[in-house]
């Protein structure tokens, strides 16, 4: 049965920072990678970072590049976000994924964790 667990998150200032987590089971974790997605009430799911599954390559979206930074512990089973430099429009319910081809696998979602910026 595959699972996605998430923790962190939480309410922040602008400017501050936080470190999300979300441990894996289900799956061979170092095959695959792994990825970060956000919603935002009323808006689509949306892309925000990737890494591979050996953690030797990441990507971004544009509005998170040089303040989001994810990584993975393979012998752990963990993936993390670390979100620095928030802003009230990183405000979304963040989720974590499998990757396969690009995409997410399947239906397999983290629970979801709310992250609030204030103004």
């Known amino acids: 049965q595959v699972q996605l667990v998430q923790s962190g998150g939480g309410l922040v200032q602008t400017g501050g920072s936080l470190v999300l987590s979300c441990a894996t089971s289900g799956r061979t974790f170092r095959s695959y990678s792994m990825g970060w997605f956000r919603q935002a009430p009323g808006k689509e799911r949306d892309f925000v970072a990737r890494?591979?599954?050996?953690?030797?390559?990441?990507y971004y979206a544009d509005g998170v590049k040089g303040r989001f930074t994810v990584s993975r512990d393979n012998a752990k089973n963990m993936v993390y976000l670390q979100m620095n430099s928030l802003k009230p429009e990183d405000t979304a319910v963040y989720y974590c994924a499998f990757m396969v081809g690009g995409k997410p696998l399947g239906d397999y979602w983290g629970q979801g964790t709310q992250v609030t910026v204030s103004s």
């Open positions: 890494i591979s599954s050996s953690g030797g390559s990441t």
